[in-house]
Structures are given as C-alpha cells and as structure tokens.
C-alpha cells in the first residue's frame, strides 16, 4: 500500500501471511484507511525504519504513526527491533504496540523492559481480534498525540 505524505502510517510487522492478512482484514472491516507499510520480518521492519536497502530512497522524516509488531519474527525477533527502535535517536519515542499470539509472562515483561507501549496478546476469535484492532487503531491514530517535532503533531 502506497505512502502519501500527511497520511498516519502503520508499519505492520508480521511474518506470519494468515496474522497478516487478517490483521489487515480487520483494519479495513474498521474503515481505518491508513496507508499501511507490512515488513515481513525483523530486518526488513528495521530497514524500513533507518531508510536501508531496499528502503534506501525512503524519506527518513517520514516516520510511521504507530508499529504493531510480532515478537516471533525470522532473521530478528520482535524484541531485537524494539531495542533497536528505543536505541536510535530518530525512532526513540515512535509508539511500538506488541501484537503477538504470546501470552507468555516473560515476553509481556521483557516487551516492557525494552520500552514497547502496549501489549496486546492476540484474540483467537476473529470477532474479538477485530474489536481490539478497532481500538488500537482509534487510540493509536486518532487519539494519542505524537511527540512534539514529529510529523503529524501539533508542533
């Protein structure tokens, strides 16, 4: 899905095509109709994120409103992003929402440790999955306020 300049980008990272597609299914049942960035594994999402490979050509000020990020990705997990997210001065404050099938006390503790914002272990039922996609999309993009100097906000 293509990037257009004031529009609230989500970057979906998300290896698994059946979470995907249905992570994309229940954006679009909800008329949440941002442009929409899905990174299929842990160094594709960084790439995208630092304007890297085949992101080299990406506009880094162009920074996504919101991350909705798996933590059992190939290549590098969910929880290596996140660190390397909170690390980089550019990407610090970017708001990083664990979506994920873990449920796992462990991951939930160690996703906060690495600064995530929210932790939402994934409904089984595709009723219920949609419903907390609906609202992580109404308070991540329409509610929540970015930080000041980032596009999108106020300042």
């Known amino acids: 899905m293509a ?10 990272v998300e290896d698994d095509p059946d979470d995907r597609d249905l992570t994309l299914r229940a954006l679009e ?5 941002n442009d929409i960035v899905v990174a299929g594994d842990g160094e594709e999402a960084l790439d995208y994120l630092f304007c890297r490979g085949a992101y080299a050509d990406r506009d880094p000020d162009d920074l996504p409103q919101v991350i909705l990020l798996d933590l059992k990705l190939p290549k590098i997990d ?10 980089d001065e550019r990407t610090r404050y970017l708001p990083v929402v664990i979506l994920t099938s873990s449920t796992e006390e ?3 503790t160690k996703g906060y440790q690495n600064g995530c914002n929210s932790y939402v272990a994934k409904p089984v039922k595709f009723e219920e999955f949609t419903k907390a996609v609906h609202d992580l999309g109404l308070y991540w993009l329409l509610l929540n306020q970015p ?7 106020d300042a």
């Open 106 to 108: 462990a991951d939930r």
């Open 78 to 87: 969910g929880h290596e992003v996140l660190r390397a997210v909170r690390a």
């Open 29 to 33: 049942s909800n008329n949440l109709r």
């Open 3 to 12: 990037e257009t300049g004031d529009a609230k980008t989500i970057l979906l």
């Open 147 to 153: 930080p000041p100097g980032r596009k999108g906000s």
